[in-house]
């Protein structure tokens, strides 16, 4: 019984290194296609934290909560949908140890669609004295269609690349045989938790009779999604 499955093993190894041998045999072109897009963000996190600190225990955390609620309804965020708590901590280790005062601190994320509502929160909460507020993370929700997108244009200008190689040659370009894709880490970085711009409104010289607005426009820079693929096509 052994025998018989040692025989069906080889066999099998010998079947698959032929039909891999007879593939490898066939001429064969190599080549490499790209393809990207920009696209804006269109779901931005806002981290939000609130410390007695930074009050100087003037307002508990209870009431900067409250104060931040009231003003992010004010702007339109839908606390319950678009509001979650992260953690809550207080310095009570470090008063037991210096003799120091207390205070709570409890961190906040803010999910929001656009530039003009994250530039609405910044400006909303500042006017309320919270400053404590950054960007901790942005992306484009149809980022998965988009990059399934852009694969297939790779694809396909690897293959028209193919073409412009074969063509003087009087011969076709056949099925493919490997496709290899090559993830970029960098662009998988780019703009998640960067990619801000601060527009001051002047678009050019500002002159001194110009005043400064009062108020900063954000906007994001557009996240770029990119596809690199290796792809062999059979030449006929």
């Given at each position: 019984?052994?025998?018989?499955?040692?025989a069906?093993?080889?066999?099998?190894?010998?079947?698959?290194?032929?039909?891999?041998?007879?593939?490898?045999?066939?001429?064969?072109?190599?080549?490499?296609?790209?393809?990207?897009?920009?696209?804006?963000?269109?779901?931005?996190?806002?981290?939000?934290?609130?410390?007695?600190?930074?009050?100087?225990?003037?307002?508990?955390?209870?009431?900067?909560?409250?104060?931040?609620?009231?003003?992010l309804?004010?702007?339109g965020?839908?606390?319950?949908?678009?509001?979650?708590?992260?953690?809550?901590?207080?310095?009570?280790?470090?008063?037991?140890?210096?003799?120091?005062d207390?205070?709570?601190?409890?961190?906040?994320?803010?999910?929001?669609?656009?530039?003009?509502?994250?530039s609405?929160?910044?400006?909303?909460?500042?006017?309320?004295?919270?400053?404590?507020v950054?960007?901790?993370?942005?992306?484009?929700?149809?980022?998965?269609?988009?990059?399934?997108?852009?694969?297939?244009?790779?694809?396909?200008?690897?293959?028209?690349?193919?073409?412009?190689?074969?063509?003087?040659?009087?011969?076709?370009?056949?099925?493919?045989?490997?496709?290899?894709?090559?993830?970029?880490?960098?662009?998988?970085?780019?703009?998640?938790?960067?990619g801000?711009?601060?527009?001051?409104?002047?678009?050019?010289?500002?002159?001194?009779?110009?005043?400064?607005?009062?108020?900063?426009?954000?906007?994001?820079?557009?996240?770029?999604?990119?596809?690199?693929?290796?792809?062999?096509?059979?030449?006929?």
């Amino acid at each position: 019984m052994k025998q018989l499955l040692y025989a069906l093993l080889a066999f099998a190894s010998v079947n698959s290194f032929s039909q891999t041998k007879n593939s490898i045999d066939k001429p064969f072109i190599e080549v490499s296609g790209q393809a990207d897009t920009l696209v804006l963000p269109n779901k931005i996190w806002i981290n939000v934290l609130l410390s007695e600190k930074d009050s100087k225990g003037k307002k508990s955390v209870e009431d900067l909560e409250k104060d931040m609620f009231s003003k992010l309804k004010e702007i339109g965020i839908n606390i319950e949908k678009e509001v979650t708590i992260n953690d809550m901590s207080s310095n009570f280790k470090n008063y037991l140890l210096k003799q120091n005062d207390i205070f709570k601190s409890k961190s906040y994320s803010i999910i929001v669609k656009n530039a003009i509502e994250t530039s609405n929160v910044f400006i909303g909460l500042e006017k309320i004295g919270i400053s404590n507020v950054r960007i901790e993370k942005i992306e484009n929700i149809d980022e998965k269609k988009i990059k399934l997108l852009i694969n297939g244009k790779a694809i396909l200008n690897a293959k028209l690349t193919a073409e412009s190689f074969t063509k003087p040659l009087n011969q076709k370009v056949g099925n493919s045989i490997q496709i290899s894709n090559f993830e970029d880490i960098s662009q998988q970085l780019y703009g998640r938790a960067a990619g801000i711009v601060v527009n001051t409104g002047y678009g050019g010289k500002r002159y001194e009779s110009e005043s400064a607005p009062s108020e900063p426009v954000i906007e994001f820079e557009k996240i770029k999604i990119s596809s690199s693929v290796q792809v062999r096509f059979l030449i006929e």
